[in-house]
């Protein structure tokens, strides 16, 4: 039997793996890929690569373990390797996340203190609303107006079903604003509508039941994003998108852009909104707020506000007063008035 010497070298145990990269120097990815993700669904992502923008391949790609639990969005600019020829059982990965221009956002409540983005770098807001079947529902409207200003989208009203309603009595709520708007039809010319989407990456969001999809299935033939119909006790639409989708403008329109579908929603919290930045989107009126007193919330119960001193004075509009302030008490209504 073997005796235990002194001499005989102490043997060295094989140390534990570590969580820490052998090596300082990273992946550089010089030879990836620029995409743009389309769509998501549990984890996994449709991309379409930036060069081939109007590629109908499905391509997937999942995103790669050093990007961590940094969330990837519809709309992203990313960057991807590996297998990206759409064939069946292939992925990409997408190692790195391009910075974002903007960011659209909301959180379920106004108390909840995380935020859900629902897109990154667009440009346009379609606030799509129906004249009737359902009512138009100004509280979601309105916040997802100060949604807008506080991302930095330009909005637009789009206003569906016009063969059943009028919209001059809906519109003149909103005139006072300054928000651009188009009004549709059933079966009718959606000419107007294409003109603000080229160019531009724009989102459609809107209570269930207006035509979102409907909308989509017209501008992008061959979409098939399904269609609802509108519960006649409740008035409310019935979730047919389930997830956002992000579509290419056809290339006969000779420009390029993105329109993207988005799931019906009955809720929009603004608990990330600071007053201070929604009244920087009207600039008349912050002017006026230079010398409120600190913490002002520019409200109509705020003692010694700028824009009462403004308006007491003449010196900007009381209709733009009023509309900023509804806009702002948005941020506080109840979902269920939505």
Request: hydrophobic letters at 35%.
């Amino acid at each position: 039997m073997a005796r235990y010497s002194e001499d005989i070298e102490a043997y060295d145990r094989p140390k534990k793996r570590g969580t820490r990269p052998r090596t300082k120097d990273r992946p550089t990815y010089e030879g990836a890929t620029e995409a743009t993700v389309v769509t998501v669904d549990r984890g996994r992502f449709t991309i379409a690569l930036t060069e081939e923008l109007s590629d109908s391949r499905q391509i997937w790609a999942v995103k790669a373990r050093p990007l961590g639990r940094k969330g990837v969005v519809v709309g992203d600019r990313v960057r991807v390797v590996g297998d990206l020829s759409g064939s069946d059982g292939t992925y990409g990965r997408i190692v790195e996340i391009q910075p974002r221009k903007s960011t659209l956002r909301r959180t379920v409540d106004d108390d909840d203190p995380v935020e859900r983005v629902i897109i990154a770098n667009a440009d346009q807001l379609v606030i799509v609303t129906a004249l009737a079947d359902p009512e138009p529902r100004s509280g979601l409207i309105d916040r997802a107006l100060v949604a807008a200003y506080d991302a930095g989208l330009a909005p637009l009203l789009c206003l569906t079903k016009a063969d059943l309603k009028s919209p001059d009595e809906f519109l003149g709520a909103y005139a006072s604003l300054g928000v651009p708007w188009v009004v549709t039809r059933r079966g009718g010319d959606l000419a107007d509508v294409r003109e603000h989407l080229v160019g531009r990456t724009s989102v459609l969001l809107g209570h269930s039941g207006v035509g979102k999809s409907t909308l989509v299935n017209a501008l992008v033939p061959g979409t098939d994003r399904e269609t609802g119909v509108v519960n006649a006790v409740t008035g409310r639409g019935r979730h047919t998108s389930t997830s956002a989708l992000m579509l290419a403008l056809p290339p006969e329109w000779g420009q390029d852009g993105w329109i993207v579908d988005t799931p019906g929603i009955r809720s929009f919290g603004l608990a990330h909104v600071n007053p201070d930045d929604l009244i920087t989107a009207f600039p008349d009126l912050d002017e006026a707020t230079e010398e409120c007193p600190r913490g002002c919330t520019h409200g109509t119960d705020e003692p010694e506000c700028g824009l009462d001193v403004a308006l007491e004075a003449g010196e900007i509009d009381a209709d733009r007063v009023n509309s900023f302030r509804r806009l702002l008490a948005a941020r506080s209504t109840p979902d269920w008035q939505l």
